[in-house]
């Protein structure tokens, strides 16, 4: 009696050991996944216009540009948690009330003939992101200040600074951002924010 007891039990313990082996290793590959798929879905870009302008002529070029968020702290996250995360932001924490740094590279796809800037900057700055309805879920707001370092051919400049302000749709996965630009050559840029968190 005592033998069929202790090999039941031995049965019983390798069975449930096997079963969180298996589930550890699920763990670590819905981890893997989840890391993937999302460093996958940051690659896809929004799409920006931005101003090329001399003091005679004037246009708009198209371009790419991607939402890069190292650092946000949020203002109403459960006394629980930390208020900081750093790039894989939880979508609810940013809407709500929150303030964060971000950069952007951007890619315009033909030449500043005009202002004679590279095609290639790189934007940085902050930004504090409003609740507007529903907490933010449904619409937000965003108000910044940035500095874009592009380089110009022409003036031998490194950038210029700017404002931005913006409004997010869908869980601040969607929205619209307007920059207003401090450079007589480059004086705005507009561009459908898509950032997948």
Known sequence: ????????????????????????????????????????????????????????????????????????????????????????????????????????????????KYSGFNNFALSTGGRFIIPIHELGENISASVGAKYTFRKNGLTGEDGYSGIEAGVYFFGGMMGFQFVKNLHENNKFSMSIYLKYF
């Open 1 to 112: 009696m005592i033998i069929r007891v202790l090999l039941i039990s031995a049965i019983f313990v390798v069975l449930i050991q096997s079963h969180s082996v298996s589930q550890q290793k699920d763990f670590t590959l819905n981890k893997k996944a989840k890391y993937l798929s999302w460093s996958l879905l940051q690659l896809i870009p929004s799409p920006t216009l931005v101003s090329d302008a001399n003091k005679e002529n004037a246009r708009v070029q198209f371009g790419f540009q991607w939402q890069i968020i190292p650092v946000n702290f949020s203002f109403r996250a459960n006394k629980l948690v930390s208020p900081v995360q750093f790039f894989m932001i939880n979508p609810v924490r940013r809407v709500t009330g929150s303030a964060e740094l971000f950069v952007q590279p951007e890619v315009v796809t033909s030449g500043f």
